[in-house]
């Protein structure tokens, strides 16, 4: 008994029911988590430009970097990211240049968790370069250290 169009149209619909009940049933990856080569570099401390995430009950952050974020609000932060890196991904949203979205959204989203883990291990700000310490006391300074001159020895 040959199949009729409506039976190999049922098989087919069996079919991807079947496929998307195995896909939803496997573990997804976990999220990536920016490492402290990225953190550290140029692009690794980006500035909160979007309002702040619908779930957020702190003070507003817009305009911070993320390390100078709390933790649990970057944890916000990097879920929203990824959220959007979705949307992005499904509707095929490009930048100006042409390039996807979606991947621009979850680096951000890793940085942000990376951030996050970083300030949850007690992470604090470096000194600037060029800047030092405090001196213990005064008699540190350079200045302090050269031998006094008399009247007669000053230039002017």
């Known amino acids: 008994m040959p199949a009729t169009a409506q039976d190999v149209i049922d098989v087919l619909r ?5 496929l998307k009940q195995l896909l939803a049933a496997q573990p997804k990856p976990p999220p990536a988590v920016a490492d402290a080569a990225d953190l550290d570099g140029t692009y690794g401390d980006p500035v909160i430009k979007a309002k702040d995430p619908k779930d957020w009950t702190g003070g507003s952050m817009s305009g911070r970097r993320f390390s100078e974020c709390p933790p649990a609000y970057l944890d916000l932060v990097a879920s929203r990211l990824e959220y959007f890196a979705d949307i992005a991904d499904r ?16 680096r951000d989203a890793a940085r942000a968790r990376g951030w996050a883990m970083r300030l949850r291990s007690g992470w604090t700000a470096p000194i600037l370069a060029g800047f030092e310490a405090a001196p213990a006391d005064a008699a540190s300074f350079a200045s302090d250290a050269a031998p006094a001159l008399s009247d007669d020895e000053i230039p002017f």
Do not use: A, Q
């Open 14 to 18: 069996s079919i991807d029911v079947t």
């Open 91 to 106: 509707e095929g949203k490009v930048t100006s240049s042409g390039k996807p979205v979606g991947p621009f959204n979850r």
